[in-house]
């Protein structure tokens, strides 16, 4: 069985500082995905990463794959009270009778405050 | 457009007692995906369609666990006899084919007492 260690699981921090967040496997996966969650809603997709050693930059968030594709890391610059939420990652295997199903880690909890 | 929707949004039910939770995908998707999310825990697989078929059930927990998706676009998830420790969210996510990006409803969330 494949699995996603996330770490922090919690993480308060405060309006303007930096954070990442860490997502580490023993197995490789073909690609990862991070996503964000609010309460009450299902996960929203931010980025999938698929080379080794990738780097991928959405407004201030940065998101890394690992070069043997079996860890990721999202960080923050400049965190924001809308940062605020659940940040998921999600491991994918191509090809087989994976699907494209996505192994999901436990998570992180993102709290920003004004 | 619609995204994917998941009805009801809560449901408290007695242990053993039967449920059924439904998932209304996109339009022309055919892909669909079932998770089950406890508290504080990421989502875990339970089951993946593709077409009115279930070609991937091995997340199901038990045997009181069973889905259908007889047209290929709605979807029903059924359990048997809850349990307590069936309470969660589950979450239901399609996609226009497997390995496209999934698209996630708010889910159901299950109080089993």
């Known amino acids: 069985t494949q699995l996603l260690e996330q770490s922090p699981q919690f993480l308060s921090i405060q309006e303007g500082e930096n954070l990442t967040v860490y997502c580490n496997s023993s197995?490789?996966?073909?690609?990862l995905q991070w996503y964000r969650q609010e309460p009450g809603e299902g996960p929203v997709l931010l980025v999938t990463?698929?080379?080794?050693?990738e780097v991928k930059k959405l407004k201030r968030l940065t998101f890394q794959f690992g070069d043997a594709r079996k860890d990721s890391s999202l960080h923050i610059t400049a965190a924001q009270p809308g940062d605020t939420g659940l940040y998921l990652c999600?491991?994918?295997?191509?090809?087989?009778?994976?699907?494209?199903?996505?192994?999901f880690g436990q998570g992180t909890i993102l709290t920003v405050h004004p | 457009g619609a995204g994917v929707s998941q009805t009801p949004s809560n449901k408290v039910t007695e242990k053993g007692k039967y449920v059924e939770l439904r998932c209304d995908p996109i339009?022309?998707?055919?892909?669909l995906y079932w998770y089950r999310q406890s508290l504080g825990q990421g989502p875990e697989f339970l089951i993946y369609?593709?077409?009115?078929?279930?070609?991937?059930d091995s997340g199901l927990p038990n045997d009181r666990f069973f889905a259908v998706r007889p047209e290929g676009s709605v979807s029903t998830l059924k359990i048997q006899r809850t349990e307590r420790g069936d309470s969660a969210v589950y979450l239901c996510?399609?996609?226009?084919?497997?390995?496209?990006?999934?698209?996630f409803g708010p889910g159901t969330r299950l109080t089993v007492l």
């Open positions: 996510a399609s996609s226009i084919r497997s390995y496209n990006e999934q698209f």
């Open positions: 197995s490789v996966f073909s690609s």
């Open positions: 990463v698929v080379t080794g050693g």
């Open positions: 999600a491991g994918i295997n191509a090809g087989g009778t994976s699907y494209g199903k996505l192994t």
């Open positions: 339009s022309g998707h055919t892909a």
């Open positions: 369609f593709q077409g009115t078929g279930a070609a991937d």
